[in-house]
């Protein structure tokens, strides 16, 4: 029994690199927009579309990879998508403009909006309902080490670019390097996706009993595999007479109708309270505090590091706690970090004394030396008379030097605000929804809806990230982190109502319970 649970920690493990690969590229991003903007000069709409299009390209991967693995298989789909990764890297670190980044960018989308899906999937299907929750999880945790080794990564290539310790980084290469070194984990991805086996659940719902039950003893001992394999054959005996087709239609039926609600629930919840938006633009928020761009780097390291303690909560705590009780203690967390950063700049205030204007490059004291007598109580204003002065690419390539100098706030409680609305988000809505996303649905609808629910989850990330610019350029940071606080608490009480337990019980006792015949 220890043997095979290791080797199904392992399977976990090897499945969800997508997810520490996705995280790697949601986070290397934050680091790169601070050169690629200047470099090809690009508006804020550009600037929200370059993080946003993989996300964009996910959600349509989201909604065919569910129902292609249910054709395909798990396992080969995993092998399609560690390919597109590594393609995706390595046209990123050669992108020649705006359009090829974006392009290239997409095909790392369509990579991890399948990887997203199938993986949960999978592995809840090689695993035993007591350990089902943390070994799921293990994508999460993949996840944010993807964004740690991210942050990590891009702070290491910054510094050696900014102290001038290296001969061959310079102001137009920094940020290819930066997305090259993805092409590490991907194809170390690619190659240990042959030493996993197919999905035993899949096998079955082929009617390749035989191959599923060898790879269910293989994985979990022969006792263990007789009794699972019984209880999944009696499951899909009803379907196996009728060979009724699954089709995305049959998802809206009436006995599927409350999984498929609390589903879209967390899909939508878990990217509205604006997890995306936090990770994508870390090193942006942390400038608009005034704490410098070095410093910004390093706190979007402590960030990560707060991400991948908090999940090793949610792993030790899942399957002994259960999924409701995480989730709506962190649901409730995130609502108050969020008002807390919203607070945090409704105080700021913006002004660029002759002090504060000294430290600024010459050229830039000139053009700014008018606004000495000015204060200004919201950054929307303050940013506007910035671009006025110096034009939007001038500006983008100072403003963390601008925002240093002039900002007068607290930038401990809106660090305290993104670190609480992180840590509370790592042990709730991060891993219990991919969790219960794996448990809410029937085998055989298992794939489709996971992919329609995926679809609806990557749009409202796809949204959020896009507009996130907009939101600060045009109504400031304060009332764009209220929104996300306010959303926060809407959801809290709506899961306090609705959210079942799903801990305990295996995938076919829970058909059983949530499917209203």
């Given amino acids: 029994m220890k043997s095979s649970s290791k080797k199904t920690w392992f399977i976990a493990f090897v499945v969800s690199l ?15 927009m601070n050169y690629v903007t200047p470099e090809f000069d690009l508006n804020t709409s550009e600037q929200g579309w370059v993080p946003s299009s993989p996300l964009f390209a996910a959600m349509f991967a989201m909604l065919i990879s569910g129902r292609a693995s249910d054709i395909l298989g798990r396992k080969k789909m995993l092998l399609i998508i560690a390919f597109t990764y590594a393609l995706s890297a390595l046209l990123s670190a050669y992108a020649t403009g705006f359009h090829m980044l974006w392009i290239a960018r997409m095909i790392g989308g369509v990579a991890f909006g399948a990887a997203l899906v199938i993986a949960p999937v999978y592995i809840a299907e090689v695993s035993t309902p007591e350990a089902r929750g943390k070994l799921v999880s293990i994508q999460q945790l993949n996840i944010v080490l993807g964004f740690f080794a991210a942050f990590l990564s891009n702070y290491y290539i910054n510094s050696a670019f900014t102290s001038g310790t290296s001969s061959f980084l310079t102001l137009t290469n920094v ?14 991805y690619f190659v240990l996706l042959f030493f996993v086996p197919r999905s035993p659940r899949w096998l079955f719902i082929q009617e390749r009993d035989q191959e599923a039950e060898n790879v269910l003893a293989s994985i979990h001992g022969p006792e263990i595999a007789a009794v699972e394999a019984s209880h999944i054959v009696k499951s899909l005996s009803e379907a196996r007479k009728n060979k009724d087709k699954v089709e995305l239609k049959s998802l809206f039926k009436k006995s599927l109708r409350f999984v498929l609600t609390v589903g879209i629930g967390l899909a939508i919840l878990q990217q509205v309270t604006g997890i995306n938006a936090v990770y994508y633009y870390a090193t942006s928020i942390f400038k608009q505090t005034g704490i410098g761009t070095d410093a910004a780097f390093a706190s979007g390291i402590l960030l990560s590091l707060t991400t991948v303690l908090f999940t ?40 660029l004394d002759a002090t504060a204007l000294a430290t600024l490059e010459p050229s830039l004291q000139h053009k700014l030396g008018k606004f000495t007598s000015q204060v200004y109580d919201d950054d929307v204003s303050f940013k506007n008379e910035m671009i006025a002065a110096l034009g939007s690419q001038e ?3 100072n403003e963390g030097a601008i925002l240093e100098a002039a900002t007068q706030m607290n930038p401990t409680l809106v660090l305290l605000g993104i670190l609480g609305f992180i840590a509370c988000f790592a042990f709730s809505l991060g891993p219990v929804m991919w969790v219960m996303l794996s448990e809410l649905f029937p085998n055989r609808y298992r794939g489709l809806a996971i992919g329609f629910v995926g679809f609806l989850n990557g749009l409202s990330s796809w949204l959020v990230t896009q507009v996130f610019p907009w939101e600060l350029a045009n109504w400031g940071n304060a009332v764009t982190f209220y929104i996300y606080g306010i959303i926060a608490l809407i959801g809290f009480f709506a899961f306090l109502k609705t959210l079942p337990e799903t801990k305990g019980k295996s995938l076919e006792q829970l058909e059983k319970d949530l499917i209203k015949q």
């Fill in 18 to 32: 997508g997810g520490f690969l996705y995280g790697f590229d949601a986070a290397i991003i934050s680091g790169v």
């Fill in 175 to 188: 940020w290819r390097f930066m997305l090259a070194v993805e092409l590490i984990p991907a194809l170390l």
């Fill in 312 to 351: 090793f909560v949610a792993i030790f705590l899942i399957d002994k706690m259960g999924r409701r009780p995480l989730l709506l203690i962190g649901v409730g967390g995130i609502a108050i970090s969020m008002l807390l950063c919203g607070y945090g700049f409704q105080r700021a205030t913006y002004t």
């Fill in 395 to 397: 500006y983008a390539t």
